[in-house]
């Protein structure tokens, strides 16, 4: 059975930052590209980030290049998303992803997580 389990989300001031974490389980991880999306309150879900199977690729949303950075480590099938210079409108519940046609630069995901909801505070 896969799970993809998030946490690290909070409230937070902005220009502060938040560290995301996404343990995967019941997946060849290093097998997958990984990713994460957002969605905010009557919005349609974001690309944020992905980053290829071995790690050696990263590609990101327009709205958070320079402020945010995917990373993974195969080794504890867990990927992280580091976030810098948070603004009001990063506000969303993120979730990770997983591929396993390792698609790329669009993910296609097979599995998601339930998501951890970031919340910005102006």
């Known amino acids: 059975q896969v799970q993809l389990v998030e946490s690290g989300g909070g409230l937070v001031q902005a220009g502060g930052s938040l560290r995301l974490s996404c343990a995967a389980s019941g997946v060849t991880f290093n097998s997958y590209t990984m990713g994460w999306f957002r969605q905010a309150a009557g919005k349609l879900r974001e690309f944020v980030a992905a980053i290829s199977w071995r790690g050696g690729s990263t590609h990101y949303g327009d709205s958070v290049k320079g402020r945010f950075t995917i990373s993974r480590d195969n080794a504890k099938n867990t990927v992280y998303l580091q976030m810098n210079s948070l603004k009001a409108e990063d506000t969303a519940v993120y979730s990770c992803?997983?591929?396993?046609?390792?698609?790329?630069?669009?993910?296609?995901?097979?599995?998601w997580g339930q998501g951890t909801q970031v919340t910005v505070s102006s």
């Open positions: 992803a997983a591929d396993s046609r390792r698609s790329w630069p669009t993910m296609d995901p097979d599995y």
